[in-house]
């Protein structure tokens, strides 16, 4: 296969990678009390070495009490925390890599089968994870107010602390995408509506907060996805139409780049065309966008947490599209957690070096 593609320079606004590989954000759960260790560092450096463009950090949390439901979470705010992601960046940069946090707030979340639990309740839109099932409280206007300021500040640590670019995770049914969707936003305000442009108001505010904090130079990410975790095949935004609805919108408040989230890549995201979700989201917006789901390997990554193992997979399809211009980068997760040097094996076509996933890989940060 020719993976010629992927390894093209990309550069925009403040992000200028040696390739088209980003690695996905992929939660670890190895800060203690929310802080990144040395080992955290050592775990990203090595993805760095192994030449991974860009590297998104997993899921790291805005300064709320209850946007985290697990304490080995890491926090992006506070002192010890944003030290601790100094020294990551700062391990990344002298490896030669990129990196941007992914910033992000859980939302109303199902209690942590550990047992912890956030010194306040869970916030949503309306206190709902999903249909039907509360677990937490309804927002004020107030809290609203200040979980923007805090993704905002969030934004500006990470440009000050020397980080590429930042990410706001709007996906996988989290704070966000709570409000986006009708199953769970069942407000009356402002934040509320019938239709998805009137709930994604919250997202707007977020983003316009963002760029305000970062400027007008620095690369803003925005991870979305159609599927939910209490609904796998449901759709936000049913037809093109409403698509161009929901995501031009978000692009004109100031993001960059739409990270689009899909269990499988190569499923087409609506009749009548093969395009995926982010090709489809840089047909609407004109934007750059990043494809993800299942690459490189023949199992989805819901399924790898429930203990199924996967084979290194063929990546001919996703080259046919790129080479289309469908999208213009791919994040990889399973491939990257288990094998930092996956980027470095596919540019030097050593593909009877790659290493397969088993569940195991999530019990550690794999260093070689």
């Not at 030449?51 to 705010?77: C, K, M, Q, W």
């Not at 990410?221 to 139409?241: E, G």
């Not at 399924?303 to 980068?329: H, I, K, N, T, V």
């Not at 791919?330 to 050593?350: M, N, Q, T």
Request: charged share 25%; hydrophobic share 40%; aromatic share 10%.
């Amino acid at each position: 296969m020719n993976t010629e593609g992927l390894f093209r320079p990309f550069s925009l606004k403040s992000l200028n990678i040696k390739n088209r590989i980003v690695m996905a954000p992929m939660t670890r759960s190895f800060s203690p009390n929310g802080i990144p260790t040395a080992n955290v560092a050592a775990y990203y450096r090595k993805r760095a070495e192994g030449e991974a463009g860009l590297i998104l950090s997993e899921g790291t949390v805005i300064n709320r009490v209850s946007s985290s439901n697990d304490a080995n979470i890491p926090h992006f705010y506070g002192t010890e925390a944003l030290a601790g992601w100094k020294n990551v960046i700062d391990e990344v940069h002298q490896a030669g890599g990129s990196m941007g946090p992914q910033i992000w707030h859980m939302g109303v979340m199902d209690n942590h089968r550990s047992g912890w639990l956030p010194a306040e309740p869970f916030e949503g839109p309306s206190g709902l994870n999903r249909p039907g099932f509360n677990n937490g409280k309804t927002m004020t206007e107030s809290d609203i107010a200040d979980t923007i300021a805090a993704f905002g500040q969030a934004a500006a640590d990470a440009k000050s602390l020397g980080f590429d670019c930042v990410e706001i995770h709007g996906a996988h049914g989290y704070l966000i995408d709570q409000f986006f969707w009708e199953g769970t936003n069942e407000r009356t305000d402002l934040y509320g509506g019938k239709t998805l442009p009137e709930r994604s108001r919250f997202a707007i505010e977020v983003i316009k907060e963002v760029r305000k904090r970062v400027g007008d130079d620095f690369a803003v990410i925005i991870r979305l996805s159609q599927w939910k975790p209490a609904a796998y095949t449901y759709q936000l935004a049913k037809t093109p139409q409403e698509m161009e609805a929901w995501l031009n919108p978000l692009a004109d408040a100031g993001v960059d780049i739409f990270h689009c989230s899909q269990r499988r890549f190569w499923e087409p995201e609506f009749e009548g065309s093969d395009l995926n979700f982010a090709g489809w989201a840089k047909k609407i917006s004109g934007k750059a966008t990043i494809t993800v789901g299942s690459v490189g390997l023949n199992g989805e990554f819901l399924a790898a947490f429930a203990g199924e193992s996967s084979q290194p997979s063929s990546l001919d399809e996703l080259m046919r599209r790129m080479d289309r211009g469908d999208f213009d980068l791919v994040a990889v997760g399973r491939p990257l957690l288990s094998d930092p040097f996956w980027p470095k094996k596919i540019h030097e076509g050593r593909t009877d070096e790659l290493k397969g996933f088993t569940k195991e890989a999530l019990a550690e940060l794999v260093l070689r």
